[in-house]
């Protein structure tokens, strides 16, 4: 069968399943199933594909259809510059949360180059935040950690692919509880949904991804609150927190780190949509 044909098909399925980017979402799936870079549909239009390959990727399509992420199908997602593994076990890496990397970045450059930085990356995750930071700054001593100890299998599966074994100390708990001694940064994409906020969420985010990774209690600022006043105990002086939050809570996060005592120079950075998307705070 011509990709072509197999590709309109797929995507017009999609498009009627009210899926949104389904040409883009087909075109993903059919590259994995074939083992190629979607610019091969468009150099050749007359590519065929394999019964196995067809039969496969059917399934991939029927997967889709149940709103199953795009990610988990393929089993890997682009974060930064690197490609990682994901599975239902984590968090989709999201563009988003990039901005962390950036303003990490930022402030370990106003820093004496030559000094090994200490960052701390809670609720790692697939390892998206720690690994990026790993792969930029050469003097990084990085700790990451989470809760499940099925993220941290995957995290650390990440970080053997990419050789980066001697830069990240994987582990296990919740918070600061694995924890000891000071750092530089403390970056972090914590839960930062609400209750309310969590039961509108898409199907295919609510029903697939963990629950533990984006629920934050009532009120969605439950785990940020006690991250910012422990925070401190871990920051060196002028050391800085980065915090990934949501879009509608800005003026909540700046209250708590007003109140709390522990910071200053305050400032938001807002994402490439304009909407706002990290806190990051200086230990006084």
């Given at each position: 069968?011509i990709?072509?044909?197999?590709?309109?098909?797929?995507?017009?399925?999609?498009e009627?399943?009210?899926?949104p980017?389904?040409r883009?979402?087909?075109?993903v799936l059919?590259?994995?199933?074939l083992k190629?870079e979607?610019?091969?549909f468009f150099k050749n239009?007359?590519?065929?594909?394999?019964?196995?390959?067809l039969?496969?990727?059917?399934?991939?399509i029927?997967?889709r259809?149940r709103w199953?992420?795009?990610?988990y199908?393929?089993g890997r997602?682009d974060?930064?510059?690197?490609t990682?593994e994901?599975?239902?076990?984590?968090?989709i890496?999201?563009?988003?949360?990039e901005?962390?990397v950036e303003?990490a970045?930022?402030?370990?450059?106003?820093?004496?180059?030559?000094?090994?930085?200490?960052?701390l990356?809670?609720?790692?995750?697939s390892?998206?935040?720690?690994i990026?930071l790993?792969?930029?700054i050469?003097?990084?001593r990085i700790?990451?950690?989470?809760?499940?100890?099925?993220?941290?299998?995957?995290?650390?599966?990440?970080?053997?692919?990419?050789?980066l074994e001697?830069?990240?100390?994987f582990?296990?708990?919740?918070?600061?509880?694995?924890?000891?001694?000071?750092?530089d940064?403390?970056?972090c994409?914590p839960?930062y949904?609400?209750?309310?906020e969590?039961?509108?969420?898409?199907?295919?985010?609510?029903?697939?991804?963990?629950?533990?990774?984006l629920l934050s209690?009532?009120?969605?600022t439950e785990?940020?609150?006690?991250l910012i006043?422990?925070?401190?105990?871990?920051?060196?002086?002028?050391?800085w927190?980065?915090?990934?939050?949501?879009a509608?809570?800005?003026?909540?996060v700046r209250r708590?780190?007003?109140?709390?005592?522990?910071?200053?120079?305050?400032k938001m950075?807002?994402d490439?949509?304009?909407?706002?998307?990290?806190m990051?705070a200086?230990?006084?």
């Amino acid at each position: 069968m011509i990709v072509h044909d197999i590709l309109h098909n797929a995507a017009n399925s999609f498009e009627t399943a009210g899926i949104p980017s389904a040409r883009l979402d087909a075109e993903v799936l059919l590259a994995f199933c074939l083992k190629c870079e979607r610019l091969e549909f468009f150099k050749n239009t007359d590519m065929t594909i394999s019964k196995r390959q067809l039969a496969q990727f059917r399934a991939l399509i029927n997967r889709r259809l149940r709103w199953e992420p795009v990610a988990y199908l393929t089993g890997r997602k682009d974060f930064w510059t690197m490609t990682l593994e994901v599975n239902k076990d984590v968090l989709i890496p999201r563009p988003d949360t990039e901005i962390i990397v950036e303003e990490a970045l930022d402030v370990c450059s106003k820093t004496n180059s030559a000094e090994i930085k200490k960052i701390l990356d809670v609720g790692t995750g697939s390892g998206a935040i720690a690994i990026a930071l790993a792969r930029e700054i050469a003097l990084a001593r990085i700790v990451a950690t989470d809760i499940s100890a099925a993220a941290l299998t995957l995290a650390k599966k990440n970080v053997r692919a990419l050789k980066l074994e001697n830069v990240i100390d994987f582990r296990r708990g919740d918070l600061f509880e694995p924890v000891e001694g000071i750092f530089d940064v403390i970056a972090c994409n914590p839960p930062y949904m609400s209750e309310n906020e969590y039961k509108k969420l898409p199907a295919g985010v609510k029903d697939y991804e963990p629950a533990v990774a984006l629920l934050s209690g009532k009120n969605g600022t439950e785990f940020c609150e006690k991250l910012i006043y422990q925070a401190p105990g871990y920051l060196k002086k002028n050391g800085w927190l980065l915090l990934e939050i949501g879009a509608k809570q800005e003026k909540t996060v700046r209250r708590l780190m007003e109140e709390s005592g522990f910071y200053d120079s305050m400032k938001m950075r807002r994402d490439y949509s304009g909407l706002p998307r990290v806190m990051k705070a200086r230990r006084k």
